[in-house]
């Protein structure tokens, strides 16, 4: 899961799609990383903490890290938040199998027409991360039903 801060986004796309998951006992292993360092080794933006909390799930076990070349080559699949994500990471991909590695995540649930998750940084209030709970709510649920055998 990978966002610009790895802060917001990505780090709640991880929170809902581990919770989502251990209770599956799917044995994937899920991370997130940012296109960006700027908040490296930081615990998730308050606000996306609290808001996680209001669902029922802890993301504080979270640090904030940049994506490198390896995680490319070692993940099986990246779900980045926006196309500006998009363009970074695409950037960073060193084969054509690494490049078809990667989507955007809310084409899990409109795959002609995927919208960004948008940028909650700026918002006041709860309303921005709310939105984006919902978004990645949706979006983890149809992962889970197209990868996740029955
Ligand atoms: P995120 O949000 O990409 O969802 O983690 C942001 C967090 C920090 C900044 C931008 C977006 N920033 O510019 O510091």
Redesign the pocket.
């Known amino acids: 899961m990978v966002?610009?801060?790895?802060?917001?986004?990505?780090?709640?796309a991880h929170g809902i799609l581990l919770h989502k998951i251990s209770k599956l006992k799917s044995d994937w292993e899920i991370d997130s990383a940012?296109?960006?360092g700027?908040?490296q080794g930081e615990l998730?933006?308050r606000r996306?903490i609290a808001c996680m909390k209001r669902h029922g799930i802890d993301i504080t076990y979270q640090r904030?890290r940049p994506i490198t070349v390896g995680d490319l080559s070692y993940y099986d699949r990246i779900f980045v938040?926006d196309r500006s994500?998009l363009h970074d990471v695409c950037e960073m991909a060193g084969t054509e199998a690494e490049l078809e590695k990667i989507s955007l995540i809310m084409g899990a649930v409109d795959e002609q027409h995927p919208e960004d998750?948008p940028?909650?940084?700026?918002s006041t209030g709860e309303q921005g991360f709310e939105t984006?709970y919902e978004m990645l709510d949706r979006a983890t649920d149809k992962l889970i039903e197209k990868y996740v055998p029955e």
């Open positions: 966002c610009l801060g790895n802060i917001c986004r990505s780090p709640m940012g296109t960006s700027y908040h998730p933006d996306a904030s938040m994500n998750v940028d909650p940084w700026y984006v």
